[in-house]
């Protein structure tokens, strides 16, 4: 057994600069691709104006209709513009400092437990989106492997722990410095075999669950949330002369709405009654929408825009001769022809 920890000893530092070394190009990317957040965020365009179209917020608020586990938090912060503004901005702060750490090999293994971090948030909350590709799924599970592997690595010699770890400051607390910047770990070989192999279970199970929460990607039919647009119409009434109802989009492409050119009042058999088409609904005031979170139900050139994460309610003039006996529905028409419909509670009926 002494002989065995002694062998242990002698090979882990040689084993730790070869790991290092050899995972330097995988440390500098995944550095890069968190501070380039905040270069193309602060620096190349400014994304932290909450009246700018191009708000970080309202991409933030594209996550909340099928986000895992975060939801509430989500939700609440786009119910809070001025909490939003802070969090994105801290959020912003800690992929610049998190980016630019691991670039330089600075304290590399807590900035490593930052991209683990970071990439969770980003799988949780946004694993589901991707058009084409299971993309933002894809970023944020290759994120939390590389965070774990760089821990276990740490910079080497071709990071500035390298040099801090010759001073007399560093070398007088070497295991704790180890724990946060990095060089060998104190674990002996059979230890470090275990965190490796946990950790590898660990992140193969969370790769295996989301994959098939988020997309169906384990067993069963496959499924792409990101493709189609899909609304919840819900809440619908009739009073006077004026129909109401909510509309929360849910589903879709998140770089555009989903565009409703008619929306139509039908009776048990599927006539219609009344409606709007596309050029009265790009006409109606802003006042005809009670917007719940950052993204926006508004009028459009060509009708009712819904962007991804908007929940309202939407209020219009519904002049009717008389409300007719029997069942009512209201059906909005997406630019694609897809329908969705919800039944209509009449004014003074239970």
């Excluded at 070394?21 to 104006?49: C, Q």
């Excluded at 001025?82 to 998190?98: C, D, G, K, P, R």
């Excluded at 492409?253 to 409703?260: A, E, I, K, W």
Aim: proline residues 6%; hydrophobic residues 45%; charged residues 15%.
């Amino acid at each position: 057994m002494k002989e065995e920890h002694s062998h242990d000893s002698a090979v882990q530092p040689d084993a730790y600069r070869w790991a290092a070394v050899m995972a330097l190009p995988l440390r500098l990317v995944v550095g890069w691709t968190y501070f380039s957040a905040f270069w193309r965020r602060l620096v190349l365009e400014n994304k932290l104006i909450p009246d700018d179209p191009g708000y970080i917020g309202v991409k933030f608020n594209h996550f909340l209709p099928n986000a895992l586990g975060i939801k509430p938090v989500i939700e609440y912060l786009v119910t809070h513009p001025s909490e939003l503004w802070w969090f994105m901005a801290a959020f912003t702060v800690i992929e610049f400092l998190v980016g630019l750490m691991l670039m330089l090999g600075l304290l590399t293994r807590l900035a490593s437990v930052g991209v683990f971090c970071l990439a969770l948030g980003i799988l949780l909350g946004s694993g589901w989106l991707g058009t084409t590709c299971l993309d933002e799924w894809q970023i944020g599970i290759l994120g939390m492997c590389a965070g774990l592997l760089l821990f276990l690595t740490g910079g080497g010699s071709c990071s500035l722990d390298g040099r801090l770890s010759k001073l007399p400051c560093c070398a007088r607390r070497s295991s704790l410095f180890a724990w946060a910047g990095s060089g060998p770990l104190p674990l002996g070989y059979g230890r470090m075999a275990r965190v490796s192999v946990w950790g590898a279970v660990f992140m193969m199970l969370v790769t295996l669950g989301t994959n098939q929460f988020f997309h169906g990607g384990v067993w069963g039919p496959l499924h792409n949330k990101s493709v189609k647009p899909l609304l919840e119409v819900s809440g619908a009434s009739l009073s006077g002369q004026e129909l109401s109802f909510n509309v929360f989009r849910t589903e879709g492409v998140d770089t555009y709405g989903s565009f409703l050119v008619r929306i139509r009042l039908t009776d048990g058999q599927g006539n219609t009654l009344w409606k709007m088409e596309a050029d009265q609904l790009s006409a109606l005031p802003p006042s005809a929408m009670e917007n719940a979170y950052l993204a926006k139900v508004k009028p459009g050139a060509f009708g009712l825009v819904v962007p991804l994460g908007a929940r309202a309610g939407v209020t219009l003039p519904a002049a009717l001769p008389a409300v007719p006996e029997g069942p009512l529905s209201v059906v909005l028409t997406d630019v694609s022809g897809k329908e969705w419909s919800a039944p209509v509670r009449k004014a003074g009926v239970l």
